[in-house]
């Protein structure tokens, strides 16, 4: 069974780091693109970041750019994100999923890239940005 867990959240002041990780089960992430959302209360689930297994390129959302780095490593079949400098507005639960239409990674940010056309959703991590 395909699986993802993701850990990591937890209650951080504003400015402060976490890194979250997305551990994959049942399958290996070769050929997949592994996308990180974000749903804030009251709000749609949003994309924040993705990386493609095929060449490791990695795509963010124009809110976290510069602040969020995503990884992999492939012995752990592990995603992870970096987020540093972090804002009250990152507040929110954070999920990963996959999809084998890597190129979706490149238009992270369009309707071509979004979460329906993700797979395979872990029950996320809540993360809250407060002082």
């Known amino acids: 069974q395909l699986q993802f867990v993701e850990s990591g959240g937890g209650l951080v002041q504003p400015g402060g780091s976490l890194r979250l990780s997305c551990a994959a089960s049942?399958?290996?992430?070769?050929?997949?693109?592994i996308g990180w959302f974000r749903q804030a209360p009251g709000k749609e689930r949003e994309p924040i970041s993705c990386?493609?297994?095929?060449?490791?390129?990695?795509h963010y959302a124009p809110s976290v750019k510069g602040r969020f780095t995503i990884s992999r490593d492939s012995a752990k079949n592990t995603v992870y994100l970096q987020m540093n400098n972090l804002k009250s507005e990152d507040t929110g639960v954070y999920y990963c999923?996959?999809?084998?239409?890597?190129?979706?990674?490149?238009?992270?940010?369009?309707?071509?890239?979004?979460?329906?056309?993700?797979?395979?959703w872990g029950q996320g991590t809540r993360v809250t940005v407060s002082s």
């Open positions: 999923a996959s999809t084998r239409d890597v190129w979706r990674c490149s238009v992270l940010n369009s309707d071509y890239g979004g979460p329906p056309h993700y797979r395979n």
């Open positions: 049942g399958f290996t992430l070769d050929y997949y693109a």
């Open positions: 990386i493609k297994s095929t060449d490791g390129l990695t």
